[in-house]
């Protein structure tokens, strides 16, 4: 990252653009970077294992879309801000008729699932949850694996 980037308020785009030449993950809090470190394999499967049962649940009854995997929404009603969703719902009558853009949404999904890791602290996570609810979510799982 350059000492341009470092000093000015990033948006979505630059994250997409940063996270395409790193190779790294990051959320944008108020246009600040945050690496995001990589999860380990119980974290995997269990997020894997719940969006599977979502899913399977969500398409069965045509509710809507189940998104796994750190998907980035955009959580305070601008650019500077993009959480990302380990799982979550959107309902169908909330899906873009043109179907899911390729970048960050703007649509606030329904459920929202965090698995917990080990280096996640509490704070952190009872911050983000905060966010969530902030945003519209409807309600958030905390999934902590043992």
């Given at each position: 990252?350059?000492?341009?980037q470092?000093q000015?308020r ?6 997409l653009?940063?996270q395409?030449?790193?190779?790294k993950?990051y959320?944008l809090?108020?246009g600040k ?8 394999g119980?974290h995997?499967?269990l997020e894997m ?8 649940y969500v398409?069965?009854?045509?509710l ?6 750190e ?11 993009v959480?990302?969703?380990d799982?979550a719902?959107?309902r ?5 008729e043109q ?10 999904p ?36 043992s």
């Amino acid at each position: 990252m350059s000492q341009i980037q470092a000093q000015q308020r990033l948006t979505g785009d630059d994250l997409l653009a940063i996270q395409a030449e790193t190779g790294k993950r990051y959320e944008l809090i108020e246009g600040k970077l945050i690496e995001m470190a990589p999860t380990g394999g119980l974290h995997g499967e269990l997020e894997m294992t719940i969006g599977a049962l979502l899913w399977n649940y969500v398409r069965q009854h045509q509710l809507g879309r189940v998104l796994v995997g750190e998907v980035g929404f955009y959580t305070r009603g601008d650019a500077h801000t993009v959480r990302g969703a380990d799982i979550a719902f959107i309902r169908a009558e909330k899906m873009p008729e043109q179907g899911l853009p390729s970048g960050f949404l703007s649509i606030t999904p329904d459920l929202v699932v965090e698995v917990v890791s080990p280096h996640d602290r509490g704070a952190e996570i009872v911050a983000k949850v905060a966010e969530w609810l902030a945003f519209g979510v409807e309600a958030v799982w905390i999934v902590y694996p043992s």
